[in-house]
């Protein structure tokens, strides 16, 4: 989900350009990963480098056909008009976290580093019962927006452009993880060539002025 906004773009300019239809389907990684290990057929996944990989080792992605995309770092946002706590230093944002009601994070790779950063700040058993994860597919953004949690985690390109919240900034140096979306070939793949050639285009420096305005660093 953290690239569906920069993918629609790139590749409605690609459709233009070429006059090459693409449909794309966001899901969350999790369903994705899922739905192409169950053998359903897609020419492209685009997931993180760690889940594209374990496609590979299975067999369900073309290894050598794996290009780097984007990356992307988590960032921290707060229903808007509601109070910013000091996220500036990794002392800071713990405190912001044990200040915060509720505690919203994703399925993805940046609920998966929160809940290990919570456990490295010796605080995951006293924030437990005040943490929601997000339903796969439904950005935190918007349980911030609507009052179900008051402090929520994802990539930054997730909360960019959800309305009804302000996005505080990116985690502190200390405490950031950077993902690194990868696309590559489904071993289902019906149209290689135009495949190859889409690659090709969403890893081209073409587009990285999508890529930056959506809130990722091209890879």
């Not at 984007?70 to 976290?97: N, Q, T, Y």
């Not at 402090?151 to 452009?161: D, K, N, P, T």
């Amino acid at each position: 989900m953290a690239t569906r906004q920069v993918l629609a773009e790139l590749t409605a300019s690609y459709q233009q350009q070429t006059g090459q239809t693409v449909a794309i389907e966001s899901v969350g990684g999790v369903d994705a990963a899922r739905r192409v290990q169950q053998g359903e057929v897609f020419d492209i996944v685009v997931l993180a480098a760690d889940a594209i990989d374990k496609l590979a080792s299975t067999g369900h992605v073309d290894h050598d056909s794996r290009v780097e995309l984007a990356r992307s770092g988590i960032a921290v946002a707060v229903a808007a008009g509601a109070a910013h706590p000091d996220i500036g230093s990794e002392a800071a944002l713990r405190d912001a976290v044990l200040g915060a009601r509720s505690i919203g994070y994703s399925t993805g790779p940046s609920g998966t580093h929160l809940l290990e950063l919570f456990e490295r700040w010796g605080i995951a058993g006293d924030i437990a019962p005040r943490l929601v994860k997000a339903p796969p597919g439904v950005p935190v953004g918007k349980l911030v927006a609507q009052g179900d949690v008051a402090l929520g985690f994802q990539q930054f390109s997730e909360l960019i452009h959800v309305q009804g919240i302000d996005v505080l900034g990116p985690l502190p140096a200390d405490a950031q993880a950077t993902t690194v979306f990868t696309a590559a070939l489904c071993t289902a793949v019906r149209q290689r060539d135009a495949a190859r050639q889409l690659l090709s285009f969403l890893a081209s420096r073409d587009a990285d002025r999508a890529k930056i305005a959506n809130g990722m660093t091209p890879a």
